[in-house]
């Protein structure tokens, strides 16, 4: 509740004072009204608007004078700033039983402007006097200034973010951060009897940091006047203008942190020189700092990464020409990364995710860094991390770090309606153990993090029943020009049962499969039909996969006409599964165009029939099928397609603080 501006009347003498402008001024009259004084009106110059606070009982004289009655409140405000000092008058005349003055009490009033203002109404402008200033709504009809984390390096040979530093090195750093106006108005000499002070609550300074923009010799020079150890900041020489600051999030919403940040301009009297003065009035502003997104499968690619690995007997160098290829078709940039820089770890989807951020000023990309910490643990901070391209990363404490923690166990859907509920950035998807088990889990610190951003609400879905554990390996979205504007891709033992029985029907039963590939133990239908080991082992996955879809129709909102089965079968080592072959939901998703991990399934009449059955499954929604050989590159050694590549797209067209969470 914002505090009063009370102000001392007196008899003895005049009574002067500042207000703000359109803000209430409460009289104080008890302690001025002269012995013997029953009543009393009040008159004031042109600007002042005086008004008369009480009960419905208590009614005004036949003389238009006001009965001394102590639950009458006298208030004015003025709209309109003072040319002059002390241009504002009121008079408060006391009067006797006999209807006789017996003493006057004279205020004088200047009225100055003080606004602090920032973006609203999220449109990229400031704009002054805006209403609820101290509130930050979500939704289309919302209000409140949106604030980007600095998590880029805009400055060549700088060591870290430039949040982690305390200047601003290049006017680009600028256009990361949100502008904030101090406006004051009114007579140049009231402001030196009064301060003029901008300041943050303790629990908010560590999240922020400000600058002030200062002109010097018309060259601009960014004062940083608060932040970690910076609570208040007065203000030099205030007069009628506005004062610039610029305001750089320091801290993600996390744990312990909603996201909401408020800082607030107060007007003090000082009323000696070293005293700390006396607010008159406070006006307070809110930002949000925008949450970290991630973009699923049907947002448009921008760049493909991928690593090089030329050294040792698992050179990726088939793979890359494979991939070569898709990017052609999908017409989109491929970035190769060097195998120095990687330090020969070709999983590149599982260090990194990458998102954005985005204010109503500014959009730009950032990559979360997992906690995997393998050969690419430096990559995203020393070879992605630059001028707008942001770095963030969560670390646990210890180093208690599991197959989990890798970001292949990350994804996303595309946007849904969940029995009602919109989700228009889609839902972000953990794979975890089944809620009552205990077993490998990403680490708390991540979890927390995607928490946190509110605007993907997590699902934590089951994938510790596979050997490395991610959901990359059982699902996939791609993109369709009906229904949802998506299909849900689910790896389906029993879809492959189904398919190899058809075709032993037809007298295919000794189609072997893995033809081509040296070293590799080839197995006709016939034969993997009749291993009812791999059967038993299957129908357990099948279960796990199952537990999964259930889930998925019920917290995504799907049904049955949504999803696709793939034909894939797994193998269990111990208690968990690993692809029996180059697993084919592990695709990567480039608009239309699908990279497939090769399957090598049992040729019929000449072709895979794997590759058939997928591309009769997915060319009818106008999806195009490469099937790219990740065989000895990344299948042998526990991964696919998409656990080497990782893709950069576009952010979504529509704004995270339209959601309601």
């Known amino acids: 509740m914002p505090q009063r501006h009370v102000v001392q009347m007196s008899t003895s003498h005049a009574t002067y004072g500042v207000c703000v402008l359109g803000t209430e001024v409460f009289l104080d009259m008890c302690r001025s009204t002269p012995k013997g004084a029953t009543s009393f009106d009040v008159h004031a110059t042109s600007a002042v608007t005086v008004h008369m606070i009480h009960s419905p009982m208590t ?17 004015v405000t003025i709209d309109v700033t003072s040319r002059t000092v002390n241009d504002n008058k009121v008079k408060i005349s006391y009067y006797g039983r006999e209807d006789n003055e017996l003493s006057v009490a004279w205020l004088y009033l200047t009225c100055v402007d003080v606004s602090l203002d920032v973006d609203l109404s999220r449109n990229g402008r400031v704009k002054s006097k805006g209403k609820d200033k101290a509130k930050w709504t979500w939704g289309p009809d919302g209000q409140g200034a949106v604030l980007l984390v600095n998590c880029d390096r805009d400055s060549p040979g700088m060591g870290g973010t430039d949040s982690s530093q305390v200047d601003i090195r290049t006017t680009a750093d600028l256009q990361d951060m949100s502008v904030m106006l101090l ?4 007579p140049s000499a009231i402001f030196a009897d009064y301060q003029v002070v901008l300041h943050v609550p303790e629990s908010d300074a560590d999240k922020v940091r400000v600058f002030h923009a200062i002109r010097n010799d018309s060259h601009p020079h960014y004062k940083p006047v608060l932040g970690p150890d910076k609570l208040s900041y007065v203000l030099d020489h205030v007069g009628s203008g506005e004062n610039t600051f610029y305001v750089e999030g320091l801290a993600f919403p996390d744990v312990g942190f909603s996201g909401l940040v408020s800082f607030s301009v107060s007007l003090l009297e ?7 003065g006396t607010p008159i009035f406070t006006d307070t502003v809110v930002f949000r700092v925008a949450p970290w997104i991630m973009t699923p499968n049907t947002q448009q690619p921008i760049e493909v990464f991928v690593c090089s690995i030329q050294r040792g007997p698992d050179t990726n160098e088939v793979f890359l020409e494979g991939l070569r290829v898709l990017l052609r078709k999908a017409n989109c940039k491929l970035t190769i990364c060097s195998e120095v820089d990687t330090r020969s770890d070709r999983w590149i989807q599982d260090e990194l995710e990458f998102g954005y951020v985005e ?42 770090i599991s197959s989990l923690d890798s970001f292949g166990n990350l994804d996303v859907s595309p946007p849904v309606t969940v029995r009602g ?21 990403m680490s708390k610190a991540v979890r ?8 993907q609400a997590p699902v934590e879905i089951y994938s510790e029943w596979l050997s490395v554990g991610h959901v990359d390996e059982f699902l996939t979205f791609v993109p369709a020009y009906d229904r949802k504007g998506f299909r849900l891709l689910l790896a389906s033992p029993n879809a492959c049962y189904k398919l190899f029985k058809e075709k032993q029907r037809q007298g295919h039963g000794e189609a072997t499969q893995l033809v081509g590939l040296k070293g590799t133990e080839r197995r006709s239908i016939d034969d993997i039909l009749a291993d009812e080991s791999l059967r038993n082992d299957n ?7 199952d537990w999964n879809r259930d889930l998925l129709k019920q917290e995504l909102g799907l049904n049955e006409q949504d999803i696709i089965d793939i034909p894939q079968l797994f193998i269990l080592k111990g208690s968990r599964a690993d692809a ?82």
């Open 59 to 75: 009614k005004p004289m036949i003389n238009s004078r006001w009965p001394l009655d102590p639950d009458i409140e006298v208030v």
């Open 359 to 400: 204010a109503p000023h500014k959009t730009f990309p950032v990559v979360f860094d997992s906690p995997r910490n393998r050969g690419l643990k430096d990559f995203a901070f020393k070879k992605i991390l630059g001028p707008d391209f942001g770095y963030v990363t969560r670390e646990p404490p210890g180093k208690n």
């Open 539 to 545: 129908r357990h996955v099948q279960r796990c996969i």
């Open 183 to 186: 406006r004051t108005h009114g």
């Open 421 to 441: 509920k919109e989700y228009p950035l889609g839902r972000i998807l953990i794979g975890s153990p089944l809620p009552w088990a205990s077993g490998r889990r």
């Open 580 to 661: 029996l072959f180059p697993d084919m939901v592990n695709m990567l998703v480039l608009g239309r165009h699908l990279g497939i991990p090769k399957p090598f399934g049992p040729l019929v009449g000449g072709q895979c029939c794997l590759e058939e059955r997928v591309r009769a499954l997915l060319e009818p929604l106008g999806l195009t099928c490469t099937f790219i050989d990740d065989y000895f590159s990344y299948h042998v050694l526990s991964g696919d397609v998409h656990c080497g590549t990782n893709v950069r797209r576009k952010p979504f067209a529509f704004k995270w603080w339209h959601v309601v969470p």
């Open 448 to 455: 927390d993090f995607l928490y946190a951003q509110k605007v």
């Open 270 to 276: 000082v009323p000696h020189k070293n005293s700390p």
